[in-house]
């Protein structure tokens, strides 16, 4: 069992920075692929971004891509999540999670473990 804690959300003005953290413990971190998903109000959860157990590949929404970065520390058993150029339209709680498939997927249905989620708004 996989357990995992995000942090780092807040609230940050439009075009500002903000990077999560994952840290995940109870299981063998560089053995998952993990995930960045995020739920806006009244929005379904969507896919942000993955990177593979290696971190050596790595898969973005088009609605992030050239603006945020995934990248993890397998030593530190964390997975991050940069996030520049924020925009309203990035406000949601953004959750990880944990893939122990080494097929690509953005289905959060296919990933096996989730954080809580953390909050992040976006205040023009």
């Known amino acids: 069992q996989v357990q995992l804690v995000e942090s780092g959300g807040g609230l940050v003005q439009t075009g500002g920075s903000l990077r999560l953290s994952c840290a995940a413990s109870?299981?063998?971190?560089?053995?998952?692929?993990m995930g960045w998903f995020r739920q806006g109000p009244g929005k379904e959860r969507e896919f942000v971004a993955r990177?593979?157990?290696?971190?050596?590949?790595?898969i973005y929404a088009d609605s992030v891509k050239g603006r945020f970065t995934i990248s993890r520390d397998n030593a530190k058993n964390t997975v991050f999540l940069q996030m520049n150029s924020l925009n309203a339209e990035d406000t949601a709680v953004y959750y990880c999670?944990?893939?122990?498939?080494?097929?690509?997927?953005?289905?959060?249905?296919?990933?096996?473990?989730w954080g809580q989620g953390t909050q992040v708004t976006v205040s023009s």
């Open positions: 109870g299981g063998t971190f560089s053995t998952y692929a």
């Open positions: 999670a944990a893939d122990r498939s080494v097929v690509p997927t953005t289905t959060s249905a296919k990933y096996d473990y």
């Open positions: 990177i593979s157990r290696s971190g050596g590949s790595t």
